[in-house]
């Protein structure tokens, strides 16, 4: 079946460092790719998106490709802010629309 | 107001006991959702609908129930609530095709 990879940290971070978070999938076909943020005491949002190779999905400074040949979609951000402290999810969307998450990331940035 | 709203947002239940989680959308969707999230394994499907008349169990039905009680209504049950039930609950909904959810805040659910 599919499956989502990404460590589950907590990655720490000093505020304007580089941010890399990783995502690897398994999939029969040409799944979508998501990218969701989970603010402490809230539900999930779509952070971005991107539905087939090649495409970069991008939102709030944060972007992420789709790269089918390595079955990555690794999330970056040049330079993190305090605010960006959260769980960021991995996703995919395959066959029938079934959508299968990773463990999610858990990040802190400190000032 | 929030596009889904949960009730309620804590919860504290005692082993046994029946307890329902509900869930209300203003998206106009036909999908709904019902997940739980629990710490090193993320978020697992519990039941889905596509619609009034359609629903559907996901990974981990056993213990649970749900009702659809109109296209913006479903909610979750807990016949016999158990401490392993322990966890975050969300409801999300989404349009049909390539698009994402939209998150409940979730509800978070002790059984003691």
């Known amino acids: 079946g599919d499956s989502v990879t990404q460590m589950e940290g907590p990655v720490t971070l000093s505020e304007e460092a580089f941010l890399t978070i990783n995502c690897t999938y398994t999939?029969?076909?040409?799944?979508?790719l998501f990218w969701y943020v989970q603010y402490p005491g809230e539900g999930l949002q779509l952070l971005l998106k991107a539905t087939k190779a090649d495409d970069k999905g991008s939102n709030k400074g944060f972007e992420a490709t789709y790269r089918k040949e390595t079955t990555s979609f690794h999330l970056e951000k040049g330079s993190v802010q305090v605010s960006d402290s959260a769980v960021y999810f991995c996703a995919l969307m395959g066959g029938y629309q079934k959508v299968t998450f990773g463990i999610g990331t858990k990040l802190q940035v400190i000032p | 107001d929030a596009d889904v709203t949960q009730t309620p947002r804590n919860r504290i239940t005692k082993t046994g006991k029946r307890i329902m989680l509900e869930c209300s959308q203003t998206k106009g969707h036909d999908r709904m959702y019902w997940y739980r999230q629990d710490p090193g394994l993320g978020l697992r499907l519990i039941y889905y609908?596509?619609?009034?008349?359609?629903?559907n169990k996901g990974e981990i039905s056993d213990g649970y129930s749900v009702s659809r009680q109109a296209q913006a209504k479903f909610s979750l049950s807990l016949e016999s609530a158990i401490p392993n039930q322990t966890a975050l609950y969300f409801c999300?909904?989404?349009?049909?095709?390539?698009?994402?959810?939209?998150f409940g805040s979730g509800t978070r659910l002790t059984v003691v």
């Open positions: 999300a909904t989404r349009g049909d095709g390539l698009y994402g959810y939209t």
């Open positions: 999939a029969t076909g040409y799944p979508s």
């Open positions: 609908s596509f619609d009034v008349k359609d629903i």
